[in-house]
Structures are given as structure tokens and as C-alpha cells.
């Protein structure tokens, strides 16, 4: 039989605030964490906006040794996962080593110290760079520090499958756990911005304000051009059930299912890409034994581009018919912004508190949605409601579509 995998840990360094509390009130209440970028100089550039993380005080959870050696990216990582860790009341003293892993998910990782590092070698005499110039830039460094870090000595990699990448994670990280290989998983996801980064979104034209317009997160809404991207990093503790019981822990729910799809989003009509999406959805129902009417919500992964948003719309509304207005949706990325390879984990870590605090949080900077979306959108205020189940959508511009329903834990 199967095991149940539950989540009984939460870490959030975030645009909002760099606790899961302040993540989580942060949403509740309406903020934004977005402002400004300023730690890139943007000024020859029409996009300006950014969700970064801000205050964050890496030595309170890591220590100062070595910190100096280490980039943001990691920060970000090794503090979500002592957080969420710290959260789980999971001994940290090397006891568990042999039963823990760690899978996380993360679209570029540490690409700008990759290629800051590769530019050094080829613009100076590489035998007078030194060694520990080399210590965090591999793209999955993050995970090899936080593995070491905490002990994990079970299943360690690093997920790389674009926008999706955090969703693809927690799924790898669940069947560890299913199939018995792992006890504990440490899961989900991680990006920091950078100028590489920013200028592949934005001479591909994806960023908020670059085509005209306002620049703004406002998903669904019918003035959104582009998304704002952001950084941070959401961590969950994933246990075996019977593990959790066994020493007390606390549960926030339990992971039921997934379902993915992948259509070339250059080769295909918007219609199989919106059929494509739907499948996903289908397939996660399927594997979690949930009908499409015991879920409570959904939170989607509408960021505020013109084709995107409306492919999810479609989908949805394709998968629930005349009963769509029946589902309530919300989307998180008004307020923190899009944070691609770390999105999905975001949104798992904003639906576990909301499984646990029976309230939705609601989508900010909306002022009206197209004709043709009939879709239940959580505006306004934050809908208070008891969450049974939910289900959590990830896409990316390639094709990729991750779906995961995540339900209270029920003995």
C-alpha cells in the first residue's frame, strides 16, 4: 500500500515578508510586494518593477560562518528551510540523516554567478581566481549547501523545468516518500533576480510595461500586459503520515495527487494548448480520487499576460461548464509577482495556511475582466471559507502545465 505524505512545515523568504506569517498576512490583508527594483540598475529600461526580497538577515538562521561565499539564491534557500524545518519540530541534530532528502525546484538556479564566474576565467588568468570564488555557482550549489547544512543524506537534486519547476519538485519529492525512500522530504523552490535574468524576460517581451500600458500585476484583468517578475523562497516539509502521528507533529494537509502535460506552446493552436491545460487538471482530480466539485478553490497561476491568462480561463471554465461560477479562484502573484521556478511552491505554502485558516485570499489591482472570462474570481476582500480541497495551477510560456490538489488532513 501507498504511504500518505502530509505536510508539516512551512518557509517563506518572500516579497511580502520573510516569515510564512508574514507571507500569509501579507495576502490576507491586500499588500503588495512589489516596488522598484533596487538592486539592478534599470534606468535605460521601461520595466522598473520588481518582487524582491527585502531585510533579510541570513546569520539569524544560518549562522555567519562561510556566509560570505554564498549568494542570494542560497540565502534565500538555506533560510526558508530552516524556517520550515524549525516549523516541523523535526530534530536537527543529524538523527533523522538517512531518512531526509532534499528535491527543490528552480528554473535558472545560480545562473548569474554561473556566468559572472565564467567571465572572470576567460577575462583573467584563471590560476589567480580564487578557489572559493568557485564554492556557490553551480546551478544546483543551493541544494548541495542546504543538504549538507541540515544532514540530509536521502534522496538530493535539484528540478529544473522552467515555471513549472517547484510543482515538479514537491511531486518528485512526494513519490520519494510514497515509494519509500525517504521518510522526510525538505521541497520546493527557489530564484533570485538578476540582470541575465531580467533581460531574457524582457527582450522576449514578457515583462509588464514593455509593450505600453500600465505596469502592473493584475491578473485576469483586462488592462494586463506582462507579468512583474520576483524572488524569494518557499519551503515545505513533507513527512510519511504514520511518521508525522508517530512523534506529534502538526499537520497542514495532505498532498493527494498531481497531473502534468506538455504541449509546444510554438507548434500548437491555443485551443490544444488550452485542452492541454485541462488535462492537467484532470489528471490531478483523477489521481487524488477528487471530483471537480469537492474542490473548495483554486489557485491559479495567472500572472497578467495576454495569452496565458486567458489559455488558464478557458481551461477552467472547459473543465467545470455551467458550474464555474461555483469555484472560487484566486491568484496570488498580484502581490508578490511572478516568480517563475519558485511560483508553485509559493502558491502551496499561501493554500496549506488557507486549508488552516479557512480563509482565501483575494486577487488585488483588478478592475475588470473580459467579457468572454466567467470565471468566480476572489475580488474585494478575503473570502472566508472552509478549504476541504484545492487545487494549485502551474504553467510556463514552453507548454509545460503542473497541477497538484492538496486536501485537509482527515485521519
Not at 99 to 116: A, K, P, R, V
Not at 145 to 156: I, Q, R, T
Not at 189 to 210: H, M, N
Amino acid at each position: 500500500m501507498k504511504k500518505r505524505v502530509v505536510i508539516t512545515g512551512l518557509g517563506a523568504v518572500s516579497p511580502l515578508g520573510n516569515t510564512k506569517e508574514e507571507f500569509w498576512n501579507g495576502l490576507v490583508e491586500g499588500k503588495s510586494g512589489i516596488a522598484p527594483m533596487t538592486s539592478l540598475d534599470l534606468s535605460c529600461y521601461k520595466s522598473k518593477l520588481g518582487g524582491e526580497v527585502r531585510d533579510l538577515l541570513p546569520e539569524i538562521h544560518l549562522g555567519k560562518k562561510g556566509l560570505r561565499y554564498l549568494n542570494k539564491g542560497t540565502y534565500f534557500l538555506g533560510s526558508a528551510a530552516k524556517m520550515a524545518l524549525d516549523d516541523s519540530k523535526l530534530p536537527q541534530d543529524g538523527s533523522l540523516e538517512d531518512t531526509i532528502g532534499i528535491i527543490i525546484g528552480s528554473s535558472l538556479g545560480n545562473f548569474s554567478e554561473t556566468t559572472d564566474y565564467f567571465y572572470e576565467i576567460i577575462r583573467n588568468n584563471p590560476s589567480e581566481l580564487s578557489p572559493m570564488c568557485s564554492y556557490d555557482v553551480a546551478l544546483n550549489s543551493s541544494v548541495n549547501y542546504v543538504s549538507v547544512l541540515f544532514k540530509a543524506k536521502g534522496p538530493v537534486r535539484t528540478i529544473s523545468a522552467g515555471f513549472t519547476s517547484s510543482i515538479d519538485a514537491i511531486e518528485d519529492a512526494y513519490r520519494m516518500i510514497r515509494n519509500d525512500r525517504a521518510k522526510v522530504m525538505i521541497t520546493g523552490g527557489v530564484e533570485q533576480i538578476s540582470i541575465d535574468l531580467y533581460l531574457i524576460f524582457y527582450l522576449r517581451k514578457y515583462l509588464s510595461g514593455i509593450n505600453g500600458g500600465q505596469e502592473i500585476s493584475a491578473p485576469f484583468d483586462a488592462k494586463r500586459n506582462g507579468f512583474i517578475m520576483a524572488e524569494g523562497s518557499y519551503v515545505i516539509i513533507l513527512e510519511e503520515l504514520q511518521h508525522a502521528l508517530e512523534r506529534g507533529a502538526s499537520i497542514y494537509g495532505e498532498i493527494k495527487g498531481f497531473g502534468n502535460t506538455y504541449v509546444g506552446a510554438k507548434n500548437y493552436s491555443l485551443l490544444e494548448r488550452v485542452s492541454s491545460v485541462e488535462k492537467a487538471m484532470q489528471e490531478a482530480l483523477q489521481r487524488a480520487g477528487i471530483k471537480k466539485e469537492d474542490l473548495d478553490c483554486m489557485s491559479v497561476n495567472a500572472n497578467g499576460c495576454k495569452i496565458q491568462d486567458p489559455i488558464e480561463a478557458n481551461a477552467i471554465q472547459f473543465l467545470y461548464g455551467e458550474d464555474v461560477k461555483h469555484i472560487p479562484i484566486s491568484a496570488i502573484k498580484s502581490n508578490v509577482g511572478e516568480s517563475y521556478g519558485t511560483a508553485g511552491a509559493a502558491q502551496l505554502v499561501s493554500t496549506a495556511m488557507s486549508i488552516n485558516n479557512g480563509v482565501i485570499p483575494h486577487i488585488i489591482n483588478h478592475q475588470g475582466k473580459e467579457p468572454e472570462n466567467n470565471l468566480n474570481l476572489v475580488l474585494g476582500k478575503p473570502l472566508r471559507k472552509q478549504t476541504n480541497h484545492a487545487m494549485i495551477n502551474n504553467m510556463d510560456f514552453e507548454g509545460n502545465n503542473s497541477c497538484l490538489v492538496v486536501s485537509r488532513f482527515t485521519q
